[in-house]
């Protein structure tokens, strides 16, 4: 497969995280705590006032705790994206495999033998054992960037990466 003519795109729904669900809880526990003393003491200010936090939660919080990722190979990169409720999309890193010290299982031993100054997860959380970590050469030293590519898109960076780079295990 030649490299001008790649384009393959997928996307991957992120599991929410405990922090995700803890906000979530919080969220509606405040709701319900404007209804019920509302009710009694101050009337239709109190329902209000939990509308309008419903309305807040709804409109601003809820679209962000179902996120997808979109990876996006064109050639020799990965674009990465984060989808919000399936409505808003915010673009977040370009993986350069050009720049790339190492491709492996995220969970292999060979992970420990690399250390990374950043590193950022842009995978599901639901199948660790699909997970790839790309360790990558930047200005500011070396950053480690996790996916849960799908088998087209790890059969092009192993067609397209310098021998010994992309590692199975």
Known sequence: ??????????????????????????????????????MFFISYFGIILAALVIFLDYYFIFPKLRLCYEYTMVRDEIDIAAIYSGQSRKEKLTVDLKEAELICPAGSSLCGSMTADRSFSFASGRAPSEEMAFYLKVSSGRICVILEPDDRIRAQIRACTKPGIYREA
Request: aromatic share 2%; charged share 25%.
């Open 1 to 38: 497969m030649s490299n001008e003519n790649v384009f393959i795109e997928q996307e991957v729904e992120a599991k929410p995280e405990k922090k995700d669900i803890g906000l979530l809880i919080l969220l509606v526990a405040a709701a319900v705590g404007c209804i019920v003393p509302g």
